[in-house]
């Protein structure tokens, strides 16, 4: 069994930064795979970016150049790091975390983009 926690969200300028967190414990015993979703107010949950297992790493067009995902193993905790925010990025961030074949999502945190 695996617990995530994502935390990291709040309130920001347009063109300020953010840097979610996604922590995952429990009995883990090889790398993890992070994904990281948002679900903005009457829309679907959309991807925004991955980090596999061996380390590769994609982001939605709209995030490239804005958005990095990175993953510290030795705390099991993977970290999207958004800059640039714009307020279309407003949305519930939630971590997806693949382990032994069985996925896991966090709990989400909000990320609001306004002036």
């Known amino acids: 069994q695996v617990q995530v926690v994502d935390s990291g969200g709040g309130l920001v300028q347009p063109g300020g930064s953010l840097r979610l967190s996604c922590a995952a414990s429990g009995n883990i015993k090889s790398a993890l795979m992070m994904a990281w979703y948002r679900q903005a107010p009457g829309k679907e949950r959309e991807f925004v970016a991955i980090?596999?297992?061996?380390?590769?790493?994609n982001t939605i067009p709209s995030a490239k150049g804005r958005f990095t995902v990175s993953r510290d193993d030795a705390k099991n905790t993977g970290y999207l790091q958004m800059n640039s925010l714009k307020p279309e990025d407003t949305a519930v961030y939630y971590c997806r975390v693949v382990h032994n074949g069985f996925v896991y999502w966090g709990q989400g945190t909000q990320v609001t983009v306004s002036s």
């Open positions: 980090i596999t297992s061996g380390g590769t790493t």
